[in-house]
Structures are given as C-alpha cells and as structure tokens.
C-alpha cells in the first residue's frame, strides 16, 4: 500500500501567515490521484482539494495544493482564524486508499 | 443537498456485534460506491470497507476482514455496516462517506475522494 507521509505534525502560525504543508508518498501516486481535508474538533473531515490542485466547490481561493509523483504541497495563502485545524492528505492512486497522519496548524 | 447521517453507534463489550447504518438523502444512492472510514480518539483516519454501486464488490481493511462486513439497501437508500468480534482497537467515530473521482462514472468508481461525509458515529468498544 502507499504510505504518506505529512509534515511537520505540528504547525504554529499567526493568522495573515502563509502555511505550507507537505505530504510525502512512498511510491508514485498516478494521475495525481491525491486530495487534502480538513477537519475541526468535534467535526467530520471536509473536502478541500482533489487531483492534487483542484479546489473542491465553495473552497476559498486561499487554499492551494501543488505537487506530482511523490511530493504534495497544500498552502493556504493567509491564516483565517477558521483555519486553524487539522489537515490530512489522502490518496486514491492505490488500494486500498490511505491517509496521511494529519498537520495541526495551532495558533502561535 | 446532499446528506449521510450514521447511527448505531454505542458502547459494545468485546467479543460482541454492533450494526451501523448510515442514511443518505439528496442524490441517487444506487450510482455511488459507499466507503466507512474511522477515527480512533486522538488519532487519524483509517480507511475501513467500501461497497459498489450496485453491492456486487466488496473490500476491506485487513484489520477488520473476517470480522466486518459492509452492505447496501438501495431501496432505503442505507448504507450498513455490521461489526463481529468487536475488539478494544476498534473504538472510533466511524464516518460513511460518498466517493468520487473527477472524470468517471460514478458506476464505475470504487476508490477516490470523499467529497460528503457523515457526522460519525461513536463506537467504544469496552468491557
């Protein structure tokens, strides 16, 4: 199975600060099968990008994601207070589909 | 709008069964293949089974294979999961969750992003 892996585990950032979060794959992910989530304490995850750049409906613009092959980027441009949560990378290239570990981005 | 909200969700002793269900509203159930994936507290989250469209494929995690067992109700639009031999490894919010992959038929889907998810269900699994 592909194994991701995020960094760092741990974000501490002020809102108006870029954040950039990696993802790691241990083998090529095809088609840049790889999407990113967010998730809140207490809430389910949500979807915010899917074929590794494509922003997901109703996603603001601050969200971004990069990458190919085995290295994955999500950036999200200016910290809003509502972003500050946990972020995993998922992909969908292999079975059975897995996830990374997660980023928290906590306020610094 | 789309809608997945699971239950059946409780605390279970070992060694016991638990069943979960998961309701969806607002699109065609019978075009989408339908995923569980858990999250055990404070941790990640861990693919658990996937069904077909139509419940003629079946996958699992090889934690749960053997022991788990995922099933459709199209004509309730319900998704289930029945848990055997629940162990203490197996707490977790449970989340049922629609998948999709851009450019495909959704018939023809089995793995891709999870663009809905449900509330979760919590199962602890204790004696």
């Known amino acids: 199975e592909i194994v991701l892996t995020q960094s760092p585990g741990t974000l501490s950032l002020s809102p108006g600060e870029r954040a950039t979060l990696s993802c790691r794959a241990s083998?090529?992910?095809?088609?840049?099968?790889l999407a990113w989530y967010q998730q809140t304490p207490g809430q389910a995850p949500r979807l915010l990008i899917y074929?590794?750049?494509s922003r997901a409906t109703g996603i603001p613009d601050r969200f971004s994601g990069s990458g190919s092959g085995t290295d994955f980027t999500l950036t999200i441009s200016r910290l809003e207070p509502e972003d500050f949560a946990v972020y995993y990378c998922?992909?969908?290239?292999?079975?059975?589909?897995?996830f990374g570990q997660g980023t928290k981005v906590e306020i610094k | 709008q789309v809608q997945l909200v699971e239950s059946g969700g409780g605390v279970v002793q070992p060694g016991r069964s638990l069943r979960l269900s998961c309701a969806a509203s607002?699109?065609?159930?019978?075009?989408?293949?339908m995923h569980w994936v858990r999250q055990a507290p404070g941790k990640g989250l861990e693919w658990v089974a996937v069904?077909?469209?139509?419940?003629?494929?079946?996958f699992y995690a090889d934690s749960v294979r053997g022991r788990f067992t995922i099933s459709r109700d199209s004509s309730k639009n319900t998704l289930y999961l029945q848990m055997n031999s629940l162990r203490a490894e197996d707490t977790a919010v449970y989340y049922c969750?629609?998948?999709?992959?851009?450019?495909?038929?959704?018939?023809?889907?089995?793995?891709?992003?999870?663009?809905?998810w449900g509330q979760g269900t919590l199962v602890t699994v204790s004696s």
């Open positions: 074929g590794a750049s």
């Open positions: 607002g699109f065609t159930f019978s075009r989408y293949a």
């Open positions: 969750a629609r998948v999709y992959r851009e450019g495909a038929v959704t018939t023809m889907i089995l793995r891709g992003y999870f663009d809905y």
């Open positions: 083998q090529s992910v095809s088609s840049s099968y």
């Open positions: 998922q992909q969908y290239a292999g079975s059975p589909v897995t």
């Open positions: 069904i077909s469209y139509d419940g003629t494929n079946k």
